[in-house]
T-cell receptor, first 110, second 108 residues
Framework: EAQVTQNPRYLITVTGKKLTVTCSQN?????MSWYRQDPGLGLRQIYYSMNVEVTDKGDVPEGYKVSRKEKRNFPLILESPSPNQTSLYFC?????????FGEGSRLTVL | TQLLEQSPQFLSIQEGENLTVYCNSS?????LQWYRQEPGEGPVLLVTVVTGGEVKKLKRLTFQFGDARKDSSLHITAAQPGDTGLYLC????????FGAGTRLTVKP
């Protein structure tokens, strides 16, 4: 089954404790992207990647890092999380412009 | 920055009513997409409109792309409770941007 898998689905952490949200897709898509979704603000793009070793900033990249060492994986790294990074995060992949989304990772930073 | 504004933000209607939601921008898009998102899930693509003036139908849903390719609308005929969800429009290429969405509730 074609899918985008994110882990963890839910996480409560504390300020400053580094964390990684993993994203993996099994559709051999070259394009992958991370979004955060906040009430009233919709989905805002954090980073995207056109292919392995190629990443670019989206609209809200501050406080986040990404890497794309393999085509299937695109982890999102929060080196020092802060409360304003509490949000619902979505990973997506695409081949023809249609975005396929994971089920989301709800992150709470205390 | 290409911004997409959606209206209304919230819409609550009775089963069987018709409705239209709008997606507007001051920028021209080569294409616009509509997604629907249900609670606890990621958005799912409904349609992509590419040509100015294009109309696409998906069962009871009708999507239209403005002639100038700056706006789009989604019309639902005889809404059903299963249509409840968050409707998002999106445009762009690699830097795909989304509107804030219209949260639709259809009451039985």
């Amino acid at each position: 089954e074609a899918q985008v898998t994110q882990n963890p689905r839910y996480l409560i952490t504390v300020t400053g404790k580094k964390l990684t949200v993993t994203c993996s897709q099994n559709m051999n898509h070259e394009y992958m992207s991370w979004y955060r979704q906040d009430p009233g603000l919709g989905l805002r793009q954090i980073y995207y990647s056109m292919n392995v070793e190629v990443t670019d900033k989206g609209d809200v990249p501050e406080g986040y890092k990404v890497s794309r060492k393999e085509k299937r994986n695109f982890p999102l790294i929060l080196e020092s999380p802060s409360p304003n990074q509490t949000s619902l995060y979505f990973c997506a992949s695409s081949f023809t412009g249609e975005l396929f989304f994971g089920e989301g990772s709800r992150l709470t930073v205390l | 920055t290409q911004l997409l504004e959606q209206s209304p933000q919230f819409l609550s209607i009775q089963e069987g009513e018709n409705l239209t939601v709008y997606c507007n921008s001051s920028s021209v898009f080569s294409s616009l997409q509509w997604y629907r998102q249900e609670p606890g899930e990621g958005p799912v693509l409904l349609v992509t409109v590419v040509t100015g003036g294009e109309v696409k139908k998906l069962k009871r849903l009708t999507f239209q792309f403005g002639d100038a390719r700056k706006d789009s609308s989604l019309h639902i005929t005889a809404a059903q409770p299963g249509d409840t969800g968050l409707y998002l429009c999106a445009g762009g290429l690699n830097d795909m941007r989304f509107g804030a969405g219209t949260r639709l509730t259809v009451k039985p």
